[in-house]
C-alpha cells in the first residue's frame, strides 16, 4: 500500500451543511448525521477527528439556537454562524473552505438526499478519486414542471458548453487537495455546479434516490431556482453574447430582404397598399430584439461590475467548535466547547 493511499484510509471527514431556517428538521438531521458518523468508523471508512459541519446563513428562527446547543451536547457538531444570509452557495462555500478535514461532504439539511450513500463516496474516495457526485437515479418526487424544466436545464447549460453533471445538486465529496485548488477561484457569482467539474481531478458518480422533506418547506423557490440557473449560464458561457452577434446579423440581412422586397412591390408593381404593417411590425420586431440584447448584455455588465468590486462573499460572525475534534487551526472568533456528553 502507497503512502497516499494509507492516507486516504486513515481519513478525516468533515460534513458541511448550510441551513437556512431549519429549526424543524435540525434536530433528525442532527440525530441521523450521528448516527452515520458512528456507523462509518466502526466501519474504519473515516478517522477520529470526523465531525459534522452546519454554517447558519443568516436564520431568523432558531436555528443556531440548535446548532449550539448540539455543539455542547454532541461530540461530533461543530457550528459556523455568518453575519447575514448569503445564499445557499455562498453559505456552503463557507462551510467548505473552514471546516477542517482531509475529505469534504457537503448535503442539503433538509434529508432530502440519502446520506448513508456518504459511505459509497468514502469508498470511491478510498479508491482514489478526489470528486464523487451524488446523481439522482430519477425525479418521480418532483412535479411534471420541475421534472422537465430542471432536466431541460442541464442539457441546455451542456449545451452551452458548461461542464456540469446531469441531475447533480450540490451533494458531493471534495479531498482535501480538491478543496484548495476550489479555493483558487475567486468570483462572486458562485456556481458551485460549474465550479468543481473545472477542477479536473479524478472524479466519479454515486446514484441515490432522492426522498420527501423531512420537515419543514424548500429555501429554493421558483424565484431562487432561475437566479441560480441564470448564474450558471452567465457565469461559464459567453455563447448568449455570441448568439446576439448572430440574431443582429440575421435581422439585419432579414431586414435587408424585406426592405428590398417592399421597394421591389412599390416601384415595379401595383400592389402596394398602404398601411401600417410594412412599418409598425418591424419596428416593433427590432425593438423586442433590442430589448433582449440589451438585457443580456446588461446580465454580463452586472456579473462584471459585482467580481470587480472584490467584496467578501460571506463574512463569519462567530465559530464553534467541539474541543474533542481536535483542530489543528482555529478560525478568528472561535469558541471551543466542552462536550457535556457524547
Given at each position: 500500500?502507497?503512502?497516499?493511499?494509507?492516507?486516504?484510509?486513515n481519513a478525516?471527514?468533515?460534513?458541511?451543511?448550510?441551513?437556512y431556517n431549519?429549526e424543524?428538521?435540525?434536530?433528525?438531521?442532527?440525530?441521523q448525521m450521528s448516527?452515520l458518523?458512528?456507523?462509518?468508523?466502526?466501519?474504519g471508512l473515516?478517522?477520529?477527528?470526523?465531525?459534522?459541519?452546519?454554517?447558519?446563513?443568516?436564520?431568523?428562527?432558531?436555528t443556531?439556537?440548535?446548532?449550539?446547543?448540539a455543539?455542547?451536547?454532541?461530540?461530533?457538531?461543530?457550528?459556523?454562524?455568518?453575519?447575514r444570509?448569503?445564499g445557499?452557495?455562498n453559505?456552503l462555500?463557507a462551510?467548505?473552505?473552514?471546516?477542517?478535514?482531509d475529505?469534504?461532504?457537503?448535503?442539503?439539511a433538509?434529508?432530502?438526499?440519502?446520506?448513508?450513500?456518504?459511505?459509497?463516496m468514502m469508498?470511491?474516495?478510498?479508491?482514489?478519486?478526489?470528486?464523487v457526485?451524488?446523481?439522482?437515479?430519477a425525479?418521480?418526487l418532483?412535479t411534471?414542471?420541475k421534472?422537465?424544466?430542471a432536466e431541460?436545464y442541464?442539457?441546455?447549460i451542456?449545451?452551452l458548453?458548461?461542464?456540469?453533471?446531469?441531475?447533480?445538486a450540490d451533494?458531493?465529496l471534495?479531498s482535501?487537495r480538491?478543496?484548495?485548488?476550489?479555493?483558487?477561484h475567486e468570483?462572486?457569482n458562485?456556481?458551485?455546479?460549474?465550479m468543481?467539474?473545472a477542477?479536473?481531478f479524478?472524479s466519479?458518480?454515486?446514484e441515490?434516490d432522492?426522498?420527501?422533506r423531512?420537515a419543514?418547506e424548500?429555501?429554493?423557490?421558483l424565484?431562487k431556482?432561475?437566479a441560480l440557473?441564470a448564474?450558471?449560464v452567465t457565469?461559464?458561457s459567453?455563447?448568449?453574447?455570441r448568439f446576439?452577434?448572430?440574431?443582429g446579423l440575421?435581422i439585419f440581412?432579414?431586414s435587408?430582404?424585406?426592405?428590398?422586397w417592399?421597394?421591389?412591390?412599390?416601384?415595379f408593381?401595383?400592389n402596394?397598399?398602404?398601411?401600417?404593417?410594412?412599418?409598425?411590425?418591424p419596428m416593433y420586431?427590432?425593438?423586442?430584439?433590442?430589448?433582449?440584447?440589451?438585457?443580456v448584455?446588461?446580465?454580463y455588465v452586472?456579473k462584471?461590475?459585482m467580481e470587480t468590486?472584490k467584496?467578501p462573499?460571506?463574512i463569519?460572525?462567530?465559530?464553534i467548535?467541539?474541543?474533542e475534534?481536535?483542530f489543528k487551526?482555529m478560525?478568528?472568533g472561535?469558541?471551543?466547547?466542552?462536550k457535556?456528553?457524547?
Amino acid at each position: 500500500m502507497t503512502q497516499e493511499e494509507k492516507a486516504r484510509k486513515n481519513a478525516a471527514l468533515a460534513i458541511v451543511i448550510p441551513c437556512y431556517n431549519e429549526e424543524e428538521v435540525l434536530p433528525e438531521t442532527i440525530k441521523q448525521m450521528s448516527r452515520l458518523l458512528d456507523d462509518m468508523r466502526e466501519s474504519g471508512l473515516i478517522d477520529d477527528g470526523s465531525g459534522v459541519w452546519f454554517v447558519d446563513d443568516g436564520s431568523s428562527d432558531k436555528t443556531w439556537d440548535l446548532i449550539t446547543e448540539a455543539t455542547i451536547n454532541n461530540k461530533y457538531i461543530n457550528g459556523i454562524k455568518l453575519s447575514r444570509n448569503k445564499g445557499h452557495q455562498n453559505a456552503l462555500l463557507a462551510g467548505l473552505e473552514t471546516a477542517e478535514g482531509d475529505v469534504l461532504i457537503s448535503v442539503d439539511a433538509d434529508l432530502q438526499d440519502d446520506i448513508t450513500v456518504m459511505k459509497q463516496m468514502m469508498t470511491q474516495y478510498h479508491a482514489g478519486y478526489d470528486v464523487v457526485y451524488g446523481v439522482r437515479k430519477a425525479r418521480e418526487l418532483d412535479t411534471r414542471f420541475k421534472r422537465i424544466t430542471a432536466e431541460g436545464y442541464y442539457r441546455v447549460i451542456q449545451k452551452l458548453g458548461v461542464d456540469v453533471v446531469f441531475n447533480h445538486a450540490d451533494f458531493r465529496l471534495m479531498s482535501r487537495r480538491a478543496i484548495e485548488a476550489l479555493k483558487q477561484h475567486e468570483e462572486v457569482n458562485l456556481f458551485l455546479r460549474g465550479m468543481v467539474p473545472a477542477i479536473g481531478f479524478p472524479s466519479t458518480n454515486v446514484e441515490y434516490d432522492r426522498a420527501e422533506r423531512f420537515a419543514g418547506e424548500s429555501k429554493y423557490p421558483l424565484k431562487k431556482m432561475l437566479a441560480l440557473a441564470a448564474d450558471g449560464v452567465t457565469s461559464f458561457s459567453a455563447l448568449p453574447l455570441r448568439f446576439i452577434a448572430l440574431l443582429g446579423l440575421f435581422i439585419f440581412l432579414f431586414s435587408f430582404g424585406f426592405s428590398t422586397w417592399v421597394l421591389w412591390v412599390r416601384l415595379f408593381t401595383d400592389n402596394a397598399i398602404p398601411g401600417w404593417a410594412s412599418s409598425v411590425l418591424p419596428m416593433y420586431f427590432l425593438g423586442g430584439i433590442q430589448l433582449l440584447s440589451i438585457g443580456v448584455l446588461g446580465e454580463y455588465v452586472a456579473k462584471t461590475y459585482m467580481e470587480t468590486k472584490k467584496r467578501p462573499r460571506y463574512i463569519i460572525d462567530k465559530t464553534i467548535l467541539n474541543k474533542e475534534s481536535g483542530f489543528k487551526t482555529m478560525p478568528a472568533g472561535s469558541i471551543e466547547i466542552d462536550k457535556v456528553s457524547s
